[in-house]
């Protein structure tokens, strides 16, 4: 989304205050209606609400900033509001007053290292309460333009620091745990908040070679939209029963998403069965004729748009254009009141209409809001998604004890960042822990010198401020180096050109190298994967830690695990590629699987030697992984499998149980991961190297053992067709648990086709 027509709106909408925040259904115009009679069918209060509007007063409701209608009581109503990481600045939320801030998570790239889903729940459950008590002092909307859950295809894209990575496994996970935090709380009659999945579809380019997202075309296969760029939807629709989705700025073969009736109504609606609203994205509306040139008038555009199911538009458009279109007769008032009953039916969802005595969520206020559990939580959540990548010798964590009058320089860019730990689609923090205060808490007392020198910025080639951290490393015992990219170069609207470290900060590093007393410790803040190739390599780089954007207490997250009072455990969610890889495919290319100018996607299809793999992440401590036997060939029929159930797809092939004992001298995390590598097809397709299908994090002592438990079933086993269809095949499946092979089951028949 970007602000383009709205921004002036903010304003108007909530200087009204409280008074105007809800509709009143106790003595105003609207309370002998039945859109106030809480004893009703929804349907029936909103088709009675809908019958008293005037056809202005519908078209004003069509909009995301929906207009005050005083002769019904009906105050002004804002839809959008952001909450991706924590409650975000937009046209519906407002810091100030008794709420200047709301705590900040990191972002959910973040969220997705941190392969814990009760973690990513706990949140949304957070993020829900903080927003309830911003809605209550009339400080925010209910209706939340969150989750990003497009993939991550390309290292490129600007946005893929919003998504918790490039698996389609990990995000339907993440997307459950997220919306069931948001949405649902201990009321059950009604909807926390609403949430929002988006961009519905294939959207992940911002602008690359002069083509950006208001003009792209993704060319997608029925194959790739089955396996990749549905997969998180329909997890969050069918299963989340999310309250709405957004139709993204690009075009999908041809055809803007808004427009795109197969996608909205067939796939969205009748197989996916969305329960809610379609609102656009931020004026995708006029994309379709202005800048996809689908239509050639607003008429017609607006005809398009409706008839596909985009029910609310965030923009003007339909503010502009609607009446025109039902003066030509492209649309029919009808087409519009399917549309508001979609959308006041979700208001009433949320107890907008309700009296606020009987529901809990109204009671929310300032109190809920930055709570010391939230604060924890914040920080937990950065230790968790931090990513250990090189340690040699052991040489994390540092031992504080051994370092009395010793002196630590911290050096680089992201050293002192503040906002840039919040990444981007963020609000006002209550406060922000940069890693050098980070570091300075936890030595406070020990006679430790922390000294910090900034030494280049992101991305310039300025390198004035060198010397001065040259100096610094010269007299220092310990050298950190802080380096990474920010919101200048990956961000809504930026997509990288290079995924290359900036040549600034590799140049320093070399110098740093020259004088240090001892081998660099390298940490890098970025969303997308970034080519750590060269400090990988180098033996005067002795650790490598990648900490996303870690929100509000991500310095003193990071400090925690350089001194070893967190043993790190998150893992890649991302491939992180060589530089070459952004001359090896165009961002233009949607596919998945390799082909001519194309080496793959992800680590289910990069047929190249990445830098790093998804899934890697090293530890203080070792594990041991056991099972009963490794040689198990566990066989099973086809058709028996799928006799005479109608759940077949959640029937167990097989319960893979495995032990993980903690052989190390710490206590910590691991993060287990299941993987299935399916047999060749017949039609000689290529298969995913391995596809994720289970993943948990458990907490082991020194010596302590843990068995955890992977249902592999049929739905892991199935494997996408070029046409799009599911398939349960005949042959060997060999199951990995993180690299380790640990045996293969045989399904034996007919292979069949499931869906
Ligand atoms: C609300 O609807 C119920 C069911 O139709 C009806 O019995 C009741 O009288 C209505 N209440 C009000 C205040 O109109
Ligand atoms: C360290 O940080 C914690 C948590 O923010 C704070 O309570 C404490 O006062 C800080 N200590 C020092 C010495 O800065
Ligand atoms: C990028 O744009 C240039 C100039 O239009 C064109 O020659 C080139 O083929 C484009 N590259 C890709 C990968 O699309
Ligand atoms: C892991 O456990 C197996 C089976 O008990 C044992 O043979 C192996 O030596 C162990 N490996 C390590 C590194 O402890
Ligand atoms: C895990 O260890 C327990 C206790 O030793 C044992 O009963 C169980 O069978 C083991 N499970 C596996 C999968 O090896
Ligand atoms: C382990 O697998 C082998 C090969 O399938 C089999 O012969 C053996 O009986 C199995 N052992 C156990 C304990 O299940
Ligand atoms: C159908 O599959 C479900 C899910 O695995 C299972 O719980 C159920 O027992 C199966 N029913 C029959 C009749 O096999
Ligand atoms: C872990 O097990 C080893 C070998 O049995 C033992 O020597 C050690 O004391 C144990 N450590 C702890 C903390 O239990």
Known sequence: MQYIFILFTI??????????????????????????????PSRQRTVDLISRMTIMEKISHMITTADTIPRLGLPKYEWWSEALHGLGYSPGVLFGGDLPAATSFPMPINLGATFNMRLVHDIANIISTEARAFNNEGRAGLTFFTPNINIFRDPRWGRGQETPGEDPFLTSQYVYALIEGLQRGDDERYLKIAANCKHFDAYDLEDWNGTNRHHFDAKVTDQDLVETYLPSFKTCIQDAQVASIMCSYNSINGIPACAHQFLLETIARESFHLNGFVVSDCGAIGNILYTHHYTSTVEDTVAVALHAGTDLECGVFYLFHLYDALNSKTIVETDIDQSLMRTFDVLIRLGWFDPPEQQIYRQLNKNNVDTLEARELSLRSAQESIVLLKNVDQVLPLNINLLKNKKIALIGPTADATVTMQGIYHGQAPFLIDPVTGFKNLTAGNFINIEHARGCEISS???????????????????????????????????????????????????LEKVARSPLHIVIMSGGGVDLSYIRDSAQCASLLWIGYPGQSGGLGLATVVFGQYNPAGRLPVTIYPASYVNEVSMFDMQMRPASNNPGRTYKFYTGKAVYEFGYGLSYTTFNYTWNNNTIISLHSIQSLIENNHSFLRTIISLIRVNVTNTGNMAGDDVVLAYVTQPNTIDNQIVPFKQLFGFERIHLAINETKEVFFPFTIEAALAVTRDGSKWLYSGFYRIFIGQQQMFSIELRGQSTRLA
């Open 11 to 40: 304003r108007i909408v909530w200087t009204n205050g409280q008074s105007s925040n809800f509709p009143d259904c106790k003595s105003g115009p609207l309370s002998s209606f039945p859109i106030c009679n809480q004893s009703l």
């Open 461 to 511: 080639h300025n390198e004035k401020d060198f010397a001065a951290a040259i100096k610094l490393a010269r007299s220092s015992d310990i050298v950190f180096f802080f380096g990474g990219i920010d919101h200048t170069i990956e961000r809504e609207g930026v997509d990288r050109k290079s995924i290359d470290l900036p040549d600034i900060q590799l140049t320093l590093i070399k110098q």
